[in-house]
């Protein structure tokens, strides 16, 4: 281990433990992590690492940050329309106690998630979990941290459900029927929806004890459906322009769609839903309102996020782990270990790293080993068997911490603005038997189906 990586590892884990001990300035010591490695970056100060502020702005993925500032207006709008509650109403009244309902919003959680971002998916989700949880007069925590670990969980289940499956889509030129039927073979859907029901199983397990009844009144009324087809639009959007390949995987000449294509997709239909609602109310108040819903803190995290393990990318500290993984492939198990590695160090590691930038990192890395094991061990390995276990390993992973994931830190963000402070135990208390449970059963039927 080079002197600038081992640096670079003590740094990193330094802001990750400030971020991980002290929630309430989780966005200033990403930011400062991020000014720091630049500077170091910038000034030579360490031989080999050079990190400029041109580096900086281009680790940084502007369609994950267009994506969610978007989707945070539509859902803003979403939200105010009344939906949320009505679909509270409607799931009360389906449900005879408070532990079959926290299942039923998991659930809900994790097919929406499915085809719309998981932060999307926890900031549409969370207000009905607080509606329902108002009525019944408890604590909305235990509601929250499930709906966000099911949506961080089934966004691996398609295409548009999460940032990690767009990257992986370019790596591995999928289209979105691949996360169905991928080489005749079932796709990533149906394996995380196995994973779904076993963590489905989990909370109702957990919550075995809540068993008092849930009345439900009156059902609430939608006056206004437009900011609800604004949020299907984007969706389908979304799914049809995943068929349009980018520019690196189009045949030379052929249409190819820019890079922050999904992220214009969201900002488009949330200004359609700015420019009526500033029509209708003919005043600025909209925009003043939305200042203030969009969580503006998670994107300055994610960016600083991005831009953190760039640095570290750009020091070699992901290179060191992927020769490492590497050199445990040998022999007739080689595959089986090099799998199983990539799979639950990615557990670990996106315990305390966005599995964002960390999944963009270690997508090249693993087409190395790939090629490396079929090369120098001449080992018969399909590059999907490992795509698809980092896929589940960095994903699921990311539940078992409250800064493992954007579904998760946007959850607690939302019990913090209603007076609820929730700590790393108290979270960990809901997630980590749900996200053992779940990466198990994933990572069987991944080995299973592409060994």
């Given amino acids: 281990m080079t002197q600038t990586a081992l640096i670079a590892m003590i740094l990193f884990g330094i802001v990750y433990f400030i971020m991980f001990a002290f929630q309430k300035i989780r966005p200033l010591a990403a930011v400062c992590g991020a000014v720091l490695f630049v500077a170091l970056g910038s000034f030579g100060v360490f031989p080999g690492f050079h990190y400029t502020v041109s580096d900086a702005l281009s680790a940084v993925d502007m369609n994950v940050l267009l994506m969610l500032f978007g989707t945070m207006g539509t859902v803003s709008f979403f939200i105010e329309s009344k939906m949320p509650q009505l679909l509270s109403d409607i799931l009360i009244s389906k449900t005879t106690d408070f532990r079959s309902a926290i299942v039923a919003l998991s659930l809900f959680s994790g097919f929406i998630s499915a085809f719309v971002d998981n932060v999307a998916t926890v900031l549409m989700i969370a207000p009905v979990a607080l509606a329902f949880c108002k009525k019944a007069k408890v604590t909305p925590v235990p509601a929250i941290i499930c709906i966000s670990v099911s949506s961080n969980l089934q966004g691996a289940a398609t295409l548009v459900g999460d940032t990690t499956s767009v990257l992986l889509s370019k790596a591995a030129n999928l289209d979105f029927t691949d996360f169905f039927i991928d080489c005749g073979k079932p796709g990533m859907f149906f394996v995380v929806e196995s994973g779904a029901l076993v963590g489905a199983a989990v909370v109702f ?130 595959v089986f270990i090099v799998y199983t590695m990539i799979v639950f160090v990615s557990v670990f590691l996106s315990a305390f790293i966005d599995n964002i930038p960390y999944t963009a990192t270690m997508l090249p890395v693993v087409s190395v080993i790939a090629a490396d094991l079929c090369i120098a061990d001449g080992l018969d390995v399909n590059p999907k068997l490992l795509y698809y276990g980092l896929l589940c390993g960095a994903t699921l992973g990311g539940n078992l911490t409250p800064v493992g994931a954007s579904a998760n830190i946007a959850g607690l963000g939302i019990l913090k603005k209603e007076g609820y402070s929730v700590g790393a135990k108290e979270f960990m208390k809901y997630s980590v038997l749900f996200t053992l449970s779940a990466v198990v059963t994933v990572y069987r039927l991944i080995r299973l189906i592409w060994r």
Wanted: positive net charge; hydrophobic residues 50%; contains cysteine.
């Fill in 205 to 334: 397990l957990m919550f075995k004890k809540e068993k008092f009844p849930v009345l439900s009144g009156e059902r609430t009324v939608v006056k206004d459906k437009v900011p609800t087809v604004l949020l299907v639009l984007t969706v389908l959007s979304l799914i049809a322009v995943s068929f349009i390949p980018y520019k690196e995987n189009a045949a030379p000449g052929a249409f190819s769609k820019p890079e922050i294509s999904n992220g214009l997709i969201c900002v488009f239909f949330f200004l359609i839903g700015l420019f009526r609602k500033l029509f209708r109310e003919k005043s600025l108040e909209p925009i003043k309102k939305l200042l203030d819903e969009i969580d503006f803190s998670t994107l300055l995290l994610l960016s600083g996020l991005f831009i953190i393990i760039g640095a570290v990318s750009e020091a070699g500290v992901i290179r060191l782990i992927g020769n490492t993984v590497s050199k445990l492939g040998k022999g007739a198990n080689g």
